[in-house]
């Protein structure tokens, strides 16, 4: 849920937000897209500061904002009172999370605080939609940044590193229907370990990530080109078409065929 919502320009230099320096209770998303901005802890007086950047803080977190003398800033704030699991574990216990952006980056915040304002200033029956799909466009591109964040413990660079590179085999070699045991080899790991680096990278199992690989290319297989099923069924490793049909409608709640061939009424 989106408890609080900001964003246009701000002058933190004449307008510190000093006073705000008590602990959030929300997650607090903050980004300055135009201009520069610094983020104070609780008890500091001056920060350095910086441009096209984004701030993550847990709740608990205390802090206020400054800015540069007579110079506007561009920021968009979000407070949610949750993020997504996969992002709470990647940033366990970190206090601060500083995430520089691209002027893409930029241009897609800019966009999306847009749309989120318009929700903000006139509820509608698509706000809720909306704020959910802001939470999902800022844990994504955090997540991301992080993934490739040099300052991670070794250990998570190694667990991530090791996810990827299974992932990646498995999409590969999809159509042989490989076990956990194939695969983790193939990494140099062993099944157990393998399992382990799954929950601590995805908070998921293997099965359920190679899973929704294959439904992945089930469906794009399906509507995005006109090979037989049997065919389907054998690059996504299912034995035969009819445990493929059975698979897919077990996990989409309707058959291959009617994806192909949706009923009119």
């Known amino acids: 849920?989106?408890?609080?919502?900001?964003?246009?320009?701000?002058?933190?230099?004449?307008?510190?937000?000093?006073?705000?320096?008590?602990?959030?209770?929300?997650?607090?998303?903050?980004?300055?897209?135009?201009?520069?901005?610094?983020?104070?802890?609780?008890?500091?007086?001056?920060?350095?500061?910086?441009?096209?950047?984004?701030?993550?803080?847990?709740?608990?977190?205390?802090?206020?904002w400054a800015g540069e003398p007579k110079k506007d800033a561009t920021i968009v704030v979000f407070h949610f009172s949750y993020i997504p699991k996969s992002l709470a574990t990647l940033i366990n216990s970190r206090q601060q999370v500083e995430i520089p952006l691209s002027s893409e980056n930029c241009r897609r915040l800019r966009k999306l605080a847009q749309g989120v304002q318009n929700y903000w200033e006139r509820p509608a029956p698509g706000m809720l939609l909306c704020y959910e799909h802001a939470l999902l466009e800022l844990s994504f591109?955090?997540?991301?940044?992080?993934?490739?964040?040099?300052?991670?413990?070794?250990?998570?660079?190694?667990?991530?590193?090791?996810?990827?590179?299974?992932?990646?085999?498995?999409?590969?070699?999809?159509?042989?229907?490989?076990?956990?045991?194939?695969?983790?080899?193939?990494?140099?790991?062993?099944?157990?370990?393998?399992?382990?680096?799954?929950?601590?990278?995805?908070?998921?199992?293997?099965?359920?990530v190679f899973d929704q690989l294959r439904y992945q290319r089930a469906m794009q297989l399906l509507t995005d080109t006109h090979e037989p099923l049997a065919k389907i069924a054998d690059k996504c490793g299912f034995q035969d078409q009819s445990a493929f049909s059975r698979a897919f409608k077990h996990h989409f709640m309707c058959s291959p065929s009617e994806i192909r061939s949706p009923k009119v009424d």
Do not use: C
């Open 141 to 208: 591109l955090t997540h991301e940044a992080l993934q490739h964040d040099q300052s991670l413990p070794e250990h998570r660079k190694q667990s991530n590193a090791a996810v990827q590179q299974a992932l990646l085999w498995y999409n590969e070699h999809m159509q042989d229907n490989p076990s956990l045991t194939t695969i983790a080899q193939k990494v140099h790991s062993s099944p157990a370990n393998l399992r382990r680096l799954f929950h601590q990278s995805l908070q998921a199992s293997p099965k359920d």
């Open 1 to 64: 849920m989106l408890a609080y919502f900001s964003y246009g320009k701000r002058r933190y230099y004449e307008n510190p937000l000093n006073h705000l320096q008590q602990q959030r209770r929300f997650w607090e998303f903050q980004a300055v897209i135009q201009g520069r901005i610094g983020k104070m802890p609780a008890g500091v007086t001056t920060t350095s500061i910086h441009a096209s950047t984004l701030w993550l803080s847990p709740p608990g977190s205390a802090h206020g």
